[in-house]
């Protein structure tokens, strides 16, 4: 039994020592990117972050009017299950907020400079799972060299700019990069699930 407890102690003391270990590896990533900044620099994060609403917004409905021109049903129902993966990454992403509920670098750290408008709770990235969201979606419907490359990098460079404004931990944006691309897939697979079922409805023989 004691030998049972010392285990049990050794393996708390060695979590709690990884914990304090990877928090320190978060906050010193987030100094690093922030304290080196240039005009140009923040310039381009500024504007690498606010493209997400337009990229979300923009990309199912470049795919849902290319659809109605080409009277495409199948392109159309792609553009609204893309929407309906960026609408749960945001549900999931907002109540990962509420439940952790996780201080940005800016307001721990009087260090960190903020460089964004950036408000409310840090974990996960909102930026980052709605990024990842719409570049995995991109990449499962049209999974093309010069599609997935320019969208995943488009969704990293998002991450690194939350990171630099100061506005998230590296975590933060792990987890964002996850609850985003997770949605799209699930919605995804979600889709070829249902396609499967009503086609196998459509074709059944009718007795």
Not at 88 to 103: E, Q
Not at 133 to 154: E, H, M
Not at 156 to 183: C, E, K, T
Request: hydrophobic share 45%; proline share 3%.
């Amino acid at each position: 039994m004691n030998r049972f407890f010392t285990h049990l102690l050794l393996l708390i003391c060695i979590f709690f020592q990884s914990e304090i270990r990877a928090q320190n590896i978060d906050i010193d990533i987030v100094k690093s990117a922030n304290e080196h900044q240039s005009l140009g620099k923040t310039n381009f994060c500024r504007f690498d972050a606010n493209s997400v609403t337009f990229v979300n917004l923009g990309a199912p409905a470049a795919v849902l009017a290319v659809g109605l021109i080409k009277h495409d049903k199948q392109l159309q129902k792609d553009a609204a299950y893309m929407m309906g993966a960026f609408l749960l990454s945001a549900a999931l992403t907002r109540a990962g907020k509420i439940i952790v509920k996780r201080n940005r670098p800016y307001e721990d750290y009087s260090s960190i400079t903020k460089l964004s408008s950036g408000g409310g709770y840090s974990f996960p990235s909102g930026h980052t799972s709605a990024a990842f969201t719409t570049a995995t979606s991109l990449s499962l419907y049209f999974p093309k060299w010069y599609v997935i490359v320019p969208a995943y990098l488009w969704a990293g460079s998002v991450g690194y700019a939350r990171i630099y404004q100061g506005v998230h931990y590296p975590s933060d944006v792990l987890a964002g990069a996850v609850v985003g691309a997770g949605s799209a897939f699930l919605t995804y697979k979600a889709q070829k699930w249902i396609d499967r079922k009503q086609k196998a409805k459509k074709n059944k023989p009718r007795l």
